[in-house]
């Protein structure tokens, strides 16, 4: 089976920064998407970052220009990196990749459990 891992998260102050990290353990064929998601308090989950095969990104429109997503594929991890951070981006960030592992014949959705991002002074 398949298994997403998020770690970096943490509480950080207004202009502040963090990484966070997302590895995927399993018998991994090739992934394809991957994304970065984000819940605040009472709103619905959100797409923050997304990166393709390619490495064409694409972001909300709310973290252009302070986040940036990459990814590594020989150790099938995603990271985001997280700059210039507001309150307004305190959330439980989630993380998303679309693959295929041993055993399968299609791609499925995988979901890691999250971790929390906290901008506060």
């Known amino acids: 089976q398949v298994r997403l891992v998020e770690s970096g998260g943490g509480l950080v102050q207004p202009g502040g920064s963090l990484r966070l990290s997302c590895a995927a353990s399993?018998?991994?064929?090739?992934?394809?998407?991957m994304g970065w998601y984000r819940q605040a308090p009472g709103k619905q989950r959100e797409l923050v970052a997304s990166i393709g095969s390619d490495d064409i990104t694409d972001y909300a429109d709310s973290v252009k220009g302070r986040f940036t997503v990459s990814r590594d594929n020989s150790k099938n991890t995603m990271y985001l990196q997280m700059n210039g951070l507001k309150p307004e981006d305190t959330a439980v960030y989630f993380c998303?990749?679309?693959?295929?592992?041993?055993?399968?014949?299609?791609?499925?959705?995988?979901w890691g459990q999250g971790t929390q991002v906290t901008v506060s002074s």
């Open positions: 399993g018998s991994i064929l090739d992934i394809n998407v």
């Open positions: 998303k990749m679309y693959l295929k592992y041993r055993g399968t014949l299609w791609y499925s959705n995988y």
